[in-house]
């Protein structure tokens, strides 16, 4: 059974770059076939799609985010990672890591982690 | 404003059925497959429904799913009240290259 578990500060000042880590386990963030991909959603709002990456290196951002956001992987610790910058109040979100099988289906979801953006 | 819509919210009494419908265009749900998603208050969301009807390992078959077109259907028999929950549909976007969801269906099990 595959496990994912966001981590990093649950506050971050304007301005400055919101980093987020996703542990990976059950399973190896190399194997064939998925993605691995952030999603958040706003306090009381609904979902939305920030990157998605394969071990390989490849990266897909959403392009509203895309000026943003960093995404990478490091397969020796099995985990990956989101960097937004510049954030504002409206990035407050709670941030699901999730793993995408075929046709961007998220099939595992981690429990979701609250980073709110305020001084 | 969602790519996908959804009716803000659903109700029915328990025993009975209701649909929730996502509608999109030929950017995404005409031209891609629909998943659906199931989110309890206060936890992630859990796939529900993948590729427009199929249900993962462990989903009741009391869930279904169907498309036609430019929207998607999600239908539940057999309501109960742990099945309340915020549904969301979701798709790929090949004019917009990227992963939209829907708004979002609240369902309230009266």
């Known amino acids: 059974q595959v496990q994912l578990q966001e981590s990093g500060p649950g506050l971050v000042k304007p301005s400055q770059t919101l980093s987020l880590t996703c542990a990976v386990s059950?399973?190896?963030?190399?194997?064939?076939?998925?993605?691995w991909s952030w999603i958040r959603q706003p306090p009381g709002k609904g979902l939305e799609w920030i990157a998605y990456m394969y071990f390989s290196g490849s990266t897909y951002y959403n392009p509203s985010l895309k000026s943003r956001v960093t995404m990478s992987v490091d397969t020796s610790k099995n985990q990956f990672s989101l960097k937004l910058s510049s954030v504002t109040a409206a990035d407050t979100a709670v941030y699901y890591c999730?793993?995408?099988?075929?046709?961007?289906?998220?099939?595992?979801w981690g429990q979701g982690t609250l980073v709110t953006v305020s001084s | 404003q969602s790519v996908l819509t959804q009716p803000p919210s659903v109700s029915a009494a328990p025993g009975q059925k209701v649909t929730i419908s996502c509608s999109g265009s030929g950017s995404n749900i005409g031209n891609n497959d629909v998943s659906w998603y199931q989110q309890l208050p206060g936890t992630a969301p859990k796939l529900l429904i993948y590729?427009?009807?199929k249900r993962p390992s462990g989903i009741p078959d009391r869930f279904s799913g169907s498309k036609s077109g430019t929207s998607a259907t999600l239908g539940i028999t057999g309501l109960q009240t742990g099945d309340e929950a915020d549904y969301y549909c979701g798709t790929w976007d090949n004019s917009l290259s990227a992963v939209v969801f829907g708004g979002g269906t609240k369902l309230t099990v009266l």
């Open positions: 590729e427009n009807n």
């Open positions: 059950g399973g190896s963030i190399s194997s064939g076939g998925y993605s």
């Open positions: 999730a793993r995408f099988g075929y046709n961007y289906v998220a099939d595992y």
